[in-house]
């Protein structure tokens, strides 16, 4: 399963706010749609019933969950979700589940049932290890009987026929957790496949700083994930969008090569440019170009290719998580539409499952100059421009040759190790 995820592309969606209706079912209508998007799973946010105790926004948010066994009524019921996990085996998709393990809502099921499971702080009060988030109380895994406790959830959604899970601030859980449930779930599925958001740099060193710990990457990938949020590098990545300060791109260039590194031989990530949590990608500047190139960096990246629901129907608004925000679906730029369509084809290459690494080479312009090698030895450029107007590029490490590109099928020449770019180009020879 690990080297299939090479070729796979991840669809987020809100229930709440994907359909008008909002429910599992009229997700089940649109099951037809997200499967001729070429995608192979959809990552839904948490379903699990919501708190009231201090509940964010009118509907609250679904990481303050009340109760791991119980399905949001909002959302439909437990048979409308197995009947949504019916339909999408039927259309070989999967069914990815959002878990959130690391704090639960204020009036949860389980602080009535176990309150031993909970952290108190020094004022003897239920808390937050960090932040204080007046919707939820954090959990505490010195207790030994939370882990097997977590683990029967996790059974239990299991033999519904969830086929992976997505762990909320993996990086905040101990080993311990993962360490224990992972082996035992594989035995009842082999093909589970378990995504960590991996928190941000900055927050794990202001986390262990203040005394917390703090999972890196290369800890979570031991530990048994199969795939981490891209965010070991995402903040420099992000500031350049911001400021257009090439010294970022320049960082984060420099990373995608030491991740290469540090991590394991068969890491994987994902291109979360565009999720719940970040602004859309639409939002960063009006130059469809530049949207495409972002776009197409994050599925040319070795790893798995990730959507969220909207981003294809170039969607400008990033709904609110604790509100009815309906996203809209409607296609008002068929060729960016396309465009996607065209990365998920070309990340589902089956080329891709011989992908050892992306490897990235300094520019003096603000774009980004990537190679995709394989196990033949061959090779796939990545032009990426990141600038609002187009660009000449040279490189010792661009070959002079006819090139093909990939994403139109168009022939280009490099010369004297030159080219110029504006859309994205992925280039073989």
Same mark, same amino acid.
């Given at each position: 399963?690990?080297?299939?995820?090479?070729?796979?592309?991840?669809?987020?969606?809100?229930?709440?706010?994907?359909?008008?209706?909002?429910?599992?079912?009229?997700?089940t209508? +649109?099951?037809?749609?997200?499967?001729?998007?070429?995608?192979?799973?959809?990552?839904?946010?948490?379903?699990?019933?919501?708190?009231f105790?201090?509940?964010?926004?009118?509907?609250?948010?679904?990481?303050?969950?009340?109760?791991?066994?119980?399905?949001?009524?909002?959302?439909?019921? !437990?048979?409308?979700?197995?009947?949504?996990?019916?339909?999408?085996?039927?259309?070989?998709?999967?069914?990815?589940?959002?878990?959130?393990?690391?704090?639960?809502?204020?009036?949860?099921?389980?602080?009535?049932?176990?309150?031993?499971?909970?952290?108190?702080?020094?004022?003897?009060?239920?808390?937050?290890?960090?932040?204080?988030?007046?919707?939820?109380?954090?959990?505490?895994?010195?207790?030994?009987?939370?882990?097997?406790?977590?683990? +029967?959830v !996790?059974?239990?959604y299991?033999?519904?026929?969830?086929?992976?899970?997505?762990?909320?601030?993996?990086?905040?859980?101990?080993?311990?957790?993962?360490?224990?449930?992972?082996?035992?779930?594989?035995?009842i599925? +082999?093909?589970?496949?378990?995504?960590?958001?991996?928190?941000?740099?900055?927050?794990?060193?202001?986390?262990?700083?203040?005394n917390?710990?703090?999972?890196?990457?290369?800890?979570?990938?031991?530990?048994?994930?199969?795939?981490?949020?891209?965010?070991?590098?995402?903040?420099?990545?992000?500031?350049?969008?911001?400021?257009k300060?090439?010294?970022?791109?320049?960082?984060?260039?420099?990373?995608?090569? !030491?991740?290469?590194?540090?991590n394991?031989f068969?890491?994987?990530?994902i291109?979360?440019?565009?999720?719940?949590?970040q602004p859309?990608?639409?939002?960063?500047?009006?130059?469809?170009?530049?949207?495409?190139?972002?776009?197409?960096?994050?599925?040319? %990246?070795k790893?798995?290719?990730?959507?969220?629901?909207?981003?294809?129907?170039?969607?400008?608004?990033?709904?609110?998580?604790?509100?009815?925000?309906?996203?809209?679906?409607?296609i008002?730029?068929?060729?960016?539409?396309?465009?996607?369509?065209?990365?998920?084809?070309?990340?589902?290459?089956?080329?891709n499952?011989? %992908?050892?690494?992306?490897?990235?080479?300094?520019?003096?312009?603000?774009?980004?100059?990537?190679?995709?090698?394989?196990?033949?030895?061959?090779?796939?450029?990545?032009?990426?421009?990141?600038?609002?107007n187009?660009?000449?590029?040279?490189?010792?490490?661009?070959?002079?040759?006819?090139?093909?590109? %990939?994403?139109?099928g168009?022939?280009?020449?490099?010369?004297?190790?030159?080219?110029?770019?504006?859309?994205?180009?992925?280039?073989?020879?």
């Amino acid at each position: 399963m690990l080297n299939e995820l090479k070729t796979y592309t991840i669809y987020q969606v809100y229930v709440r706010n994907y359909t008008e209706e909002g429910t599992f079912k009229a997700l089940t209508n +649109k099951l037809d749609y997200i499967k001729d998007l070429g995608v192979k799973f959809i990552q839904l946010l948490p379903i699990n019933e919501i708190g009231f105790y201090g509940r964010k926004g009118t509907l609250g948010s679904p990481y303050a969950i009340k109760d791991y066994y119980a399905i949001n009524h909002e959302l439909g019921t !437990l048979d409308d979700f197995k009947e949504l996990i019916t339909e999408a085996h039927k259309r070989n998709l999967k069914i990815m589940m959002d878990v959130v393990f690391n704090h639960t809502s204020r009036d949860s099921v389980l602080l009535e049932e176990h309150p031993e499971f909970y952290y108190i702080n020094k004022n003897g009060d239920y808390a937050n290890h960090f932040g204080n988030w007046d919707d939820v109380y954090d959990l505490d895994y010195s207790c030994e009987g939370l882990i097997p406790y977590i683990y +029967k959830v !996790l059974e239990y959604y299991t033999i519904l026929g969830v086929d992976g899970y997505r762990f909320d601030v993996a990086s905040l859980l101990p080993s311990k957790l993962y360490q224990y449930v992972f082996p035992k779930l594989k035995n009842i599925n +082999k093909n589970l496949v378990f995504l960590g958001e991996a928190v941000h740099p900055s927050f794990t060193s202001y986390i262990r700083e203040h005394n917390g710990n703090a999972i890196s990457d290369c800890e979570l990938f031991l530990d048994g994930f199969d795939l981490l949020y891209r965010y070991s590098n995402f903040e420099y990545f992000q500031k350049y969008l911001e400021t257009k300060n090439k010294m970022y791109l320049d960082f984060y260039r420099e990373t995608i090569n !030491l991740e290469n590194a540090i991590n394991p031989f068969d890491w994987l990530k994902i291109g979360t440019f565009e999720n719940h949590d970040q602004p859309r990608i639409i939002s960063y500047t009006n130059y469809d170009p530049l949207r495409q190139n972002i776009i197409a960096l994050s599925f040319f %990246l070795k790893g798995t290719g990730f959507i969220y629901g909207g981003e294809e129907s170039k969607d400008f608004k990033r709904p609110s998580l604790f509100d009815k925000d309906l996203i809209s679906l409607n296609i008002i730029d068929t060729n960016y539409f396309m465009f996607i369509k065209k990365m998920i084809e070309l990340k589902s290459d089956i080329k891709n499952l011989d %992908l050892i690494q992306t490897n990235s080479y300094e520019l003096d312009k603000p774009a980004l100059l990537l190679k995709n090698v394989y196990k033949d030895g061959s090779f796939i450029y990545g032009l990426i421009n990141m600038s609002e107007n187009p660009v000449i590029i040279k490189s010792k490490e661009l070959l002079d040759g006819i090139y093909t590109n %990939l994403i139109n099928g168009e022939n280009y020449i490099v010369k004297n190790n030159t080219i110029k770019i504006n859309k994205p180009l992925f280039l073989k020879n």
